[in-house]
């Protein structure tokens, strides 16, 4: 199986940014072909699509909470997916998982991810 391991969250001051990366091990050769995801959760909530691209890196959609602050690409190349997060506030604090979909190379529905990594803390606070 391919496994995913996020990484780059910590704490940022409000109106900062973080570079969250999804880096893929194991069947490697899979993660061209998978349509991927970034979600988030906070205690007590369900997870919240935030952004997801196509297999080949293309074809963005974003959640209109972070669409024109958070970006996402995705490098085949080097196995890694990415979120750009910019103009941070409390209320993006939680925790940022990467998601892959194993069956779809396109897909903005949630419920189509079911490959995730173990999640990253991202805390916006002064």
């Known amino acids: 199986q391919m496994q995913l391991i996020e990484s780059g969250g910590g704490l940022v001051q409000p109106g900062g940014s973080l570079r969250l990366s999804c880096t893929a091990s194991?069947?490697?050769?899979?993660?061209?072909?998978?349509?991927m995801a970034w979600f988030r959760q906070t205690p007590g909530k369900e997870r919240e699509l935030l952004a997801t691209i196509s297999a080949s890196g293309g074809v963005p959609f974003y959640t209109p909470s972070v669409k024109g602050r958070f970006s996402i690409a995705k490098h085949n190349a080097n196995n890694t997916m990415y979120l750009q997060m910019n103009s941070l506030n409390p209320e993006d604090t939680a925790v940022y998982y990467c998601a892959a979909s194993t069956r779809f190379q396109y897909t903005t529905r949630p419920a189509e991810f079911d490959r995730w990594g173990q999640g990253t803390q991202v805390t916006a606070s002064s």
């Open positions: 194991g069947d490697t050769h899979l993660f061209r072909i998978y349509a």
